[in-house]
Each structure stands twice: as C-alpha cells, then as structure tokens.
C-alpha cells in the first residue's frame, strides 16, 4: 500500500469534517430566509402566492418588497396590518425576506 493506514484513516476524517462543515453552513443559511417569511406566508400564501385577497408578493422585485417593507415600518406608508407586520427587522433581514420572495 502506498499510503498507511492511519494517514489513510486521517484523509477521511479530514473530508468528513469538511464536508460536515460545508452542509451545515448551507443549512443556517436556508433556514434563516426561510424562518423569516414563514410569518408572512399566513397572510400572503405559500411562497407569497395569496390565493385571496391579500397582495401576492412572491415574484415581485427584491427592491419593490424591501421598498415597501420600509415604508410600512416607518408608517410612510399607510396599511390595515402591514404598519405592525413590518416594523422589528433589521435592514439586513428586510433584504433577506425580499430576496426570497423576488425567488419565488
Ligand atoms: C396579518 C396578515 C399579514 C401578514 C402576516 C403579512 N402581510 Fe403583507 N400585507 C397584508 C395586507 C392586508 C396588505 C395590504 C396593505 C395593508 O392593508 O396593510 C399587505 C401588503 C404587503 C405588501 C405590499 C404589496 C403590494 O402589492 O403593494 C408587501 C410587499 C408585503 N405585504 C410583504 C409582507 C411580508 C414580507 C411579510 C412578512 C414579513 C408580510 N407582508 C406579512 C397582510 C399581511
């Protein structure tokens, strides 16, 4: 054998921790658009495609959302529950739930 066994044995555990590393890094970041716009899914539908009368935001642009998000928040502009909903996100979160529904 070219390469013993404990060097051998000592690649692997390298690549498993690596890679272990690699999937849990992917997994914080899904997890983290993903638990942000769950609250908005009970009004706006799954993915943001409301059924009914609410706004259907997934699809629209990244800016359009995080645009209105603000203004909601800062009471620019006016709303029956959006005034409440949007206010409590950091400016980073804001852009983190835009860009997911822009996806959708
Ligand atoms: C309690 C129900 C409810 C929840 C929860 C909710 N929304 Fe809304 N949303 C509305 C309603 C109703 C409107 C229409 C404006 C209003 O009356 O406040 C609206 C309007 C909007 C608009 C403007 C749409 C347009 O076409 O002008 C955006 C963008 C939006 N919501 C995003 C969100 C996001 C993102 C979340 C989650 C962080 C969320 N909403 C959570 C009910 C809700």
């Given at each position: 054998?070219?390469v ?19 999937l ?27 059924p ?53």
């Amino acid at each position: 054998m070219l390469v013993s066994n404990t060097t051998f044995r000592g690649l692997l555990v390298a690549l498993a921790i690596g890679l272990l590393t690699t999937l849990q890094v992917q997994a914080d970041e899904i997890s983290r658009a993903t638990l942000l716009s769950i609250s908005c899914a009970g009004c706006h539908g799954t993915d943001g495609k409301s059924p009914g009368s609410i706004p259907v935001i997934g699809g629209k642009s990244s800016d359009f959302i995080a645009t209105a998000l603000r203004q909601f928040s800062s009471g620019e502009r006016a709303g029956t529950v959006m005034g409440r909903h949007a206010t409590g996100y950091t400016d980073e979160e804001i852009q983190l739930i835009a860009d997911y529904f822009a996806g959708r």
